[in-house]
């Protein structure tokens, strides 16, 4: 395991130093904290972290191993990792390579070694910030500097880097015909839809309109992705062309441009949801839920046409967790559909579903 000194920058100057992990290497982004408790291997193949710096929270990372199961996504999203202790020694059935090797296959770059605890008060403390990991000796100032740079330039379209079209078929017989629009979307909710009997066009993004219709999609679902929505207008000018046309599900970034196609508001988070372990109550009378969030960007609960209502809260800050307009048929949830403990679909994908 490599003993080269390393050292993550934060954007107001703060440093936290540690040793080299993964490949050895630099990388910026903006920094964010996971707090689950396992779904390393998820997290780094989850296109959602697109640019981002993660900070692994859990003290110990690594003690599982990787598989060939679990990716979420092909190649590895996140422009760097940081972990407290990571180990060397896994042991899972599934297990079949090591994390670190994950990472330099994939060229990830690493910092372990780092009390992630205490850069995650930071963050929570002063907000997420643009944030750089680098080896050796260095130039604070300058790096700094970039940093600064980095968080005043403009929003960055980070969906152009993760979408991509295909075909999915359902597994058993074909019940729904749906249309998918990818803004970055997760294997496991392709998975989900096909044990609903799901035949899936995927259209990478932006789409037109016409040609999603062009297919006559009993729905279409907004999937997942990174970034700030307020950069993706093309997607949006799509999702408008589609309102009232046919039903519509958003889901995690697909939910923010779900609003913004309808006319909310969406604002940058002091500090996202970035873990498995974010509780949301269903305001239409539903349980509430434990759920899995990646985002840093929220739907604004001010200022929503009078058409739109607000259907789900997160319990620990009251943001907006999904809404609802009857008179488009669009509804969306800024958490991400899991299965339920009898692995089943989520209720979401199957409410939608059953509805159409």
Do not use: W
Not at 62 to 91: C, F, K, L, M, T
Not at 231 to 243: E, G, H, N
């Amino acid at each position: 395991m490599n003993s080269q000194t390393a050292a993550l920058i934060l954007e107001d100057g703060t440093v936290f130093e540690g040793k080299a992990f993964g490949h050895v290497g630099e990388a910026s982004g903006v920094a964010v904290f996971y707090t689950g408790v396992v779904g390393y291997q998820e997290l780094l193949t989850n296109p959602s972290y697109r640019g981002t710096v993660a900070v692994l929270t859990y003290p110990i990372i690594g003690s599982y191993g990787v598989n060939d199961e679990d990716n979420e996504s092909p190649g590895v999203h996140p422009a760097g990792i940081v972990v407290r202790e990571y180990s060397r020694a896994y042991s899972n059935f599934r297990a079949t390579g090591a994390l670190e090797d994950f990472l330099k296959t994939n060229g990830a770059v690493g910092i372990r070694e780092v009390d992630t605890r205490a850069v995650a008060v930071h963050i929570r403390d002063h907000g997420e910030m643009q944030a750089a990991i680098v080896g050796g000796t260095f130039d604070k100032k300058k790096v700094v500097a970039k940093l600064k740079g980095d968080a005043a330039a403009p929003p960055q379209n980070l969906v152009a880097e993760v979408t991509r079209q295909g075909r999915r078929k359902p597994r058993g017989r074909a019940r729904h015909n749906l249309a998918l629009l990818n803004l970055g979307v997760k294997e496991s909710l392709l998975g989900q839809l096909a044990d609903l009997g799901c035949a899936l066009r995927i259209y990478a993004a932006p789409a037109d309109a016409d040609d999603v219709l062009t297919a006559n999609p009993q729905g279409v679902i907004l999937a997942g992705g990174p970034g700030d929505p307020r950069a993706l207008q093309q997607v949006i000018a799509t999702v408008k062309d589609l309102l009232g046309k046919v039903p519509i599900l958003g889901i995690g970034l697909g939910h923010q441009v779900l609003a913004l196609a309808l006319g909310c508001e969406v604002e940058r988070m002091k500090t996202g949801h970035h873990g498995a372990n974010c509780p949301v109550k269903n305001l239409t009378g539903g349980p509430a839920a434990i759920t899995v969030q990646h985002h840093s960007y929220v739907v604004a609960a001010d200022g929503a046409p009078h058409d739109v209502d607000i259907t789900h809260r997160n319990l620990n800050d009251e943001t907006v967790e999904g809404i609802r307009s009857s008179a488009a048929s669009a509804s969306g949830v800024q958490f991400h559909p899991c299965r339920d403990e009898m692995e089943a679909p989520n209720p979401v994908l199957r409410e939608f579903c059953e509805a159409l």
